[in-house]
Structures are given as C-alpha cells and as structure tokens.
C-alpha cells in the first residue's frame, strides 16, 4: 500500500511538471530569434536587400531582349497631297511588323550604351496585294551622354554600401530582439519572483498568526499585536491576488512575442551575470564604427550629397548626347534576300541643349545641392558623436552594473538569512512583531533589488553587442 502511495504521489509530481515549461534567459533569446514576428521580419528584410542588390549589379552585365510589333495591321483612309496641290483621302489596308534582337552593355565609366542589334520588318499591302521586305542583318551602336551627370558612376559606389548597411541591419535586428526578448523575460521573471514573495508572505503570515493566536491565549503578546499580524495576514492575501494576474499579463506578452503556442505555464530561472569580462572602450567605439549599418550609413550619406550636388552642376550646364551607329541593310521581296549584298548603313546624332537664360534658376538648384551637402555633413558629425556618446555611456554602465549585480546578490542572501533569524526569534517571543516586518520588508525588497539588478545587467549586456555588433565574451564580430 505504501508503495502504491508512492508511485501515485510521483507520477502526479511529475504529471505537474509536464505542465510547466521551464526556460532560461538563453533559451528565450534564441526562441525569439527563430519564431517572433520580428526576427521573421527581419529575414524579409535581409532577403529583400539581396534581391536588390542582384538589380543592381545586373544592370553592369550585357542585356539581351527581343522586340517587336506583330500585328501592325492598319485600315483607314489617310490624306495624300495630289500634284495639284489637293488632298485626296485613299483606303489604304496593310501590315507592318517588326521583330528585332538586341545585345546591350551599359559602360559605368562613361554612363554610355553599346549594343549590337539584328531587325527584320514585313509589310503586307492587302490592298495591292504585295509583300516586301526590311532588314538589318547586323548594326553595331553607341549612346554617349556628354557633360552630363552620371549615375551608373555613383551607384558603383553608393549600392555597395546599400547592400553592406542592409546586412548589418539584419544583425542589427536580430541584437534588437535578444534585448526586446530579454525584457519581456524580466518582465515576466519579475512578476514570478513578487509572486513567490508574496505567496511566501502569505503562508508566514498565516503561521504566524496562527502562533500570535495561542500566544495570546498565553498573554505572551497583546491584542494590538494580533491585529497588526491579522492586517500582515490580509494584505498578503490581496498582493498574492495582484501578483498571480500580474504574472499572468507578463507570461502572456513573452509568449506572444517569442511566436509560442505552448499552452504550458512557463517558470523562468534566475539567470545569472556573465563571466566577469574587461571592455576595452577603443575597442568598442572601433567595432561600432567598423560593424553598425549607421557608421556605414554615415560614408553613404555623404556620398549622396556629393552625388546630388554633382547632378545639380551638370543638368543646369551643356547636355549633349552623341548617338551613333554603323551596320548594313537590305530590303527584297523574300526574307533571304536581306542578306544578299546588304549595302551600308550609317547615323550618326549630336543633340545638345544649352541654357542662356534661366533668371538664376540653375545656379539656385545647384545652390541648394550644395547647402543640403553642407547640412549632411554637420548631421553625420553630430550624430557620429552621439554615436560615441552612446558608447561610452554604455560600457562605463555595464561595467558599473557587473559590480552592482554582485553587491544586491550579497545583500539579498543577508537579508533573506536575517528574516530567518527575525522568523526564529519572533516564534520564540524574542522579537516584537514591528521587527518581524521591517525583517520581512527588507527581505522582499533585497530580493527584487537583485532581480531588478539582474535585469539591467543583462539589458544594459545585449545593449552593448547592438550597439557594437560585437561579442565582448568571445572577443569577436557578432554574425548570423
């Protein structure tokens, strides 16, 4: 029978565990890295910057496209001028389609086009009932913008950097949800913790109402004390209350940000403080320049205002454009006979246009380039100080709370030591109950100082490797 008790009591206990989910810190962070809807996004993000990137570096490669009209059909009446000078309008019915293939390659240098292109036209008059022929076996081309602004130039040299703050910034995010993910965990661990006081606080007080009870019956202590112990008993009950909804409002938002569907409570561990590490803060501030999608911003952004004050300068002087192109045609009465004794063909185009009189209007478009070039500059400056200030602050923070978690953690194990002691005496009518409490008070607050110590460390820990994408433990660059 003792043994049936036994198997019973442990399957129930172990029955009870499998409702709970337990977690650590890590853990979490890493759940939210793979399942909440930021990290997802983040993903998104990530490949969206890469697929934009394969667009650009495709626009630098030989482009190949076939074009046509098939059908040109047209049936009207057009106006044909008569030698006289009259107009006649004629019925005309015919087709006239085109197909071509062209090979394409952009040159950044120049910001020009040279390509290389085959045609062939027929024309269907059904009117006369009669089809010819048009071709352009083989014609070589090139387009040149001269004076003009370039941009294949600059986007060589700004989309690179598009792409690398693009990548930085899914690390960036993923950094952003470990520190999101961990203040949800103190959140909740928090809650967990008051509760634990709380319904610790109410089973004392309980017994020690319940010994206050039979010492009064002995006249040991007074009916005042009684009811300071009843009131104790009371609130305890009310903030047992509080802290069960509290604990369960924060499980809910870490469930819902960690993309978790477990209907299992989750109970939390009280993580402890990393391995004592030194930051060295050149080394930080060098890292964070070197790995942050802003530092890159920073070189990107001035290379935009360069841009757009060279774009001023040259859309407001001389655009010329050279277009010229050399290849042969023929045309027959067969698709064959296109390329029988072709014979040459030639164009060649300079088309310019030169402002005389604009009333100050290019000369304030370039202006206001320059101003806002200007304006970019001072904006990085300021914000590559605050950057540093963000920094700095940072490691002189956590190097403080490292110190501070050791020292609440001490005074957490005093206190909770010296309740016990209070808890001893008390029931042996050596303590007063207004000693009990400010026992019981300095022992709850001691222990959610060390708790509430713990959360800014491990906040102010993952603040430091987002804002240097470096991990300071292992000594190297964070990646993913």
Do not use: C
């Amino acid at each position: 029978m003792k043994n049936l008790s036994f198997v019973l009591i442990f399957f129930l206990f172990q029955n009870a565990r499998a409702q709970v989910q337990q977690l650590t810190l890590p853990e979490v962070v890493q759940l939210s890295r793979q399942h909440s809807i930021a990290s997802k996004q983040a993903t998104t993000q990530k490949k969206t910057n890469y697929w934009q990137y394969r667009s650009f570096l495709a626009d630098y490669k030989p482009q190949l496209a076939l074009s046509g009209t098939i059908p040109g059909f047209t049936r009207s009446f057009v106006e044909v001028v008569q030698p006289d000078g009259t107009i006649l309008f004629q019925p005309v019915s015919y087709n006239n389609g085109i197909l071509g293939l062209s090979l394409s390659q952009n040159i950044a240098a120049t910001g020009g086009t040279i390509y290389v292109q085959q045609q062939m036209q027929r024309f269907d008059d059904f009117a006369r009932k009669t089809t010819r022929y048009n071709g352009i076996p083989f014609e070589v081309g090139f387009k040149q913008p001269l004076f003009q602004f370039n941009p294949l130039k600059w986007d060589r040299k700004i989309q690179p950097l598009k792409y690398q703050e693009g990548n930085q910034q899914f690390i960036q995010s993923l950094e952003q949800v470990a520190l999101d993910a961990t203040g949800y965990y103190f959140e909740l661990l928090v809650a967990q913790v008051n509760l634990q006081i709380a319904e610790k606080n109410r089973s004392n007080n309980d017994t020690l109402y319940k010994f206050a009870q039979h010492k009064l019956e002995l006249g040991k202590i007074s009916q005042n004390d009684l009811l300071q112990l009843q009131m104790g008993l009371l609130t305890a009950q009310k903030d047992l209350a509080s802290a069960q909804q509290s604990a369960a409002v924060a499980s809910l938002k870490l469930k819902l940000y960690m993309g978790s569907r477990d209907e299992r409570d989750l109970e939390l561990g009280i993580p402890l403080e990393a391995k004592e590490f030194d930051i060295d803060t050149r080394l930080a501030l060098d890292e964070a320049f070197a790995n942050r999608s802003a530092a890159i911003g920073f070189r990107r952004k001035i290379l935009e205002a360069e841009r757009d004050v060279q774009s001023a300068r040259k859309d407001n002087g001389l655009n010329a454009s050279l277009n010229a192109t050399f290849g042969l045609s023929n045309q027959g009465s067969r698709p064959g006979e296109i390329y029988v004794s072709p014979q040459d063909r030639e164009f060649v185009e300079l088309q310019l246009v030169l402002p005389i009189m604009t009333w100050g209007r290019n000369k304030a478009r370039t202006e206001v380039a320059r101003a806002n070039q200007e304006f970019a500059q001072q904006s990085v400056e300021q914000e590559k100080l605050t950057f540093e200030q963000e920094i700095f602050t940072q490691v002189t923070l956590l190097q403080m709370l490292q110190k501070q978690v050791k020292l609440t953690k001490l005074a957490d194990e005093i206190a909770a030591e010296r309740y016990q002691i209070a808890k001893e005496r008390f029931i042996l009518s050596d303590l007063s109950v207004t000693d009990l409490g400010i026992a019981t008070q300095e022992k709850d607050i001691a222990k959610r100082d060390y708790i509430l110590a713990l959360r800014d460390y491990w906040q102010s820990y993952y603040s430091l490797r987002l804002l240097t994408l470096y991990d300071f433990e292992q000594n190297k660059k964070i990646s993913y």
